[in-house]
């Protein structure tokens, strides 16, 4: 085994970049049985002027100078050793070989890894939707290889995972009001929470995130940052195709009030296999058939005329089980006698229109940019299909089922603030150090999803937790009035955080804020008023909680609780740790011994 190889491990002995040149100068005559090129000719490939050296790369992905942060490491000379392993590695996937464009069969090919970690798009890993992927071989080599050094590598994926499911779990409740009969119904309130949302997540997040060049905290090796990254590049690279999508899909229109009502009308029931059958001969064989007319009109019916093809009806029906398969890949949900007939109406119409339309997708990773890749390819090659290109149709059937239910504009909607979530949650993993990723995840994910909880439950949380203050009041106290002015409109969020709550905070603060009340009117009945505070503890998860503090007044003379402020607290050390993080603009300075934001 070679001094730098993977798996080597570390000798006292000086490791410098001349002697990682000598070693890939033997391996190349080894290899190709000629001479080497000059150490120059590699030292140029490490690192050179034109910032185009491994180096070079590594400084840019990572966003440090990396020789100055192996040099400050603990034991700078066994991280000079990882670092040159880790040189080495890349040095074989990105200088050595020929360039795509020039090879020949069983050639080595250069692939520019740091190139394409700096910009996450699905053909970069392998994914569930397709087993075609350009790097996704590469991206896992490199991945296993670098997992390899990393002692606790398992336990870093799963909590990067587990902060990803958290993201995930917040853009899944906007669907709450798009798709739920309260929303169908009473559409512009639904418009109105998700409008409240969009300027939240925009204006009150992603505005105050310092968004350039995050700083990178050292891990104990080099090779843990650069899993951390890697990790994250295979989270966000759905993230930033699923982004683009939606800013790149094309518009529907809704149909008519009646074909919304139909539809709608048509929730639960389901098709035959064999009536699918029939509607084929129907449809390419041009068999009559009035009931089978009658679901080929429910499919046409919610299109504009121009699509009453036959040509391509029969296209639609002859691929229908293809993205009938990428819809349901991952659910729990069995096609094999019958396909719900919502499902199969939005499928075939969505086929119809990409066919009529030459609809296409830009997909542009490293070293490709198509501006308009046809959907239509995907469907009649599964097999080969991009994975974006799969994504775009489970985005485009979401589309067309909310068309059909009448809430268009809420879905619109629902995707400008995916795209906002989606830029939060890029910042949030960018950083190359699992502890200040989770640090920087928790503070603006608890921010971030507190916002999604409309302001309508949150008052009956409120009247639940009055209720339960009443209920551990003194008998002599009677007709408690609890009052939140506008000023204390922050009151809401603690609200808020107790429908989150594991931990029954609501019911221990309703308890001491009672005692308090209860203590006041055992008291001299010259005082009559008194402001209180209580610190409010929410728990979450294992390790997601948050501390804040409730400001309010009892009055015994009108027999009112009025709420003041709630605000949550930060220890100077993790302000001063959100202000090296980009966080600075969450934290509002008042009192010098307590920070809150």
């Not at 040159?84 to 070989?97: A, H, M, N, Q, T």
């Not at 740091?114 to 490199?142: A, Q, V």
């Not at 409120?462 to 002599?476: D, T, W, Y």
């Not at 607290?569 to 993790?574: A, G, I, T």
Request: hydrophobic fraction near 35%.
């Amino acid at each position: 085994m070679a001094m730098y190889d993977i798996d080597s491990n570390y000798k006292c002995e000086k490791h410098t970049y001349a002697s990682l040149c000598q070693e890939l100068m033997y391996e190349y005559e080894i290899k190709t049985g000629e001479v080497a090129p000059s150490e120059e000719y590699f030292r140029y490939k490490i690192k050179n002027a034109k910032n185009n050296g491994i180096i070079n790369k590594l400084n840019r992905l990572l966003g440090t100078d990396i020789e100055k942060w192996v040099s400050q490491a603990p034991e700078p000379e066994v991280e000079r050793f990882n670092l040159l392993k880790l040189v080495k590695l890349i040095y074989y996937i990105e200088k050595d070989g020929n360039a795509k464009n020039t090879q020949k069969q069983d050639d080595n090919v250069r692939v520019l890894i740091t190139d394409i970690l700096k910009k996450p798009r699905l053909d970069n890993i392998k994914t569930e939707y397709t087993e075609k992927s350009e790097y996704g071989d590469c991206f896992e080599n490199l991945f296993l290889k670098v997992k390899s050094q990393v002692s606790d590598a398992e336990s870093r994926i799963s909590k990067i995972e587990a902060m990803n499911e958290y993201w995930e779990y917040t853009t899944d409740m906007v669907f709450d009001y798009v798709i739920t009969d309260k929303a169908l119904d009473n559409p512009q309130e639904a418009i109105q929470e998700l409008e409240r949302i969009h300027r939240f997540l925009k204006e009150r997040v992603l505005a105050r995130l310092v968004i350039d060049n995050p700083p990178v905290t050292y891990e104990k090796s080099i090779f843990e940052n650069f899993l951390d990254l890697l990790i994250s590049h295979r989270v966000l690279c759905s993230d930033m195709d699923r982004l683009n999508i939606n800013y790149r899909i094309c518009e529907i229109k809704e149909p008519d009030k009646k074909y919304v009502e139909l539809f709608r009308s048509r929730e639960g029931y389901e098709i035959s296999r064999n009536n699918i059958k029939i509607l084929e001969d129907f449809i390419c064989r041009e068999t009559e058939n009035k009931d089978i007319k009658d679901i080929m009109c429910l499919i046409l019916w919610g299109l504009d005329k121009k699509y009453y093809d036959y040509k391509a009806c029969r296209f639609a029906i002859k691929h229908y089980e293809t993205v009938l398969n990428w819809w349901i890949a991952g659910k729990n949900i069995d096609v094999s006698e019958s396909v719900a007939i919502d499902t199969f109406i939005v499928i075939m119409q969505e086929l119809i229109v990409v066919y009529k339309d030459k609809e296409g997708l830009k997909n542009d990773y490293v070293g490709y940019n198509n501006p308009k890749r046809s959907l239509i390819a995907s469907v009649r090659n599964p097999a080969k299909a991009d994975a974006v290109a799969v994504q775009a149709w489970i985005k485009k059937l979401e589309n067309r089922v909310v068309a059909n239910l009448g809430a268009i504009e809420l879905i619109r909607k629902k995707r400008e603030i995916e795209n906002v979530i989606y830029e939060i949650k890029k910042y949030a993993f960018s950083f190359c150090n699992l502890e200040d990723m989770n640090f920087v995840s928790s503070q603006i994910y608890y921010i971030s999803s507190r916002c999604m909880i409309s302001q309508e439950y949150a008052k009956n949380i409120g009247n639940q937790f009055a209720s339960e203050i009443c209920k551990h009041l003194s008998p002599k106290i009677h007709n408690v009035n609890v009052i939140l002015p506008p000023e204390g409109v922050n009151v809401y969020n603690m609200f808020k955080d107790f429908s989150i709550d594991r931990s029954s905070e609501l019911e221990r603060t309703a308890f001491e804020l009672a005692e308090m009340m209860n203590d006041l009117y055992n008291e001299d009945e010259l005082i009559t008023a008194r402001s209180f505070k209580i610190y409010v503890n929410i728990s979450w998860s294992e390790k997601g909680n948050r501390k804040s503090l409730l400001t309010f007044l009892i009055n015994r003379e009108t027999n009112c609780i009025e709420y003041k402020q709630y605000v949550g607290v930060e220890s100077d050390e993790n302000c001063d740790r959100m202000r090296h993080l980009g966080l600075g603009k969450f934290i509002v300075d008042g009192n010098p011994n307590i920070k809150f934001f």
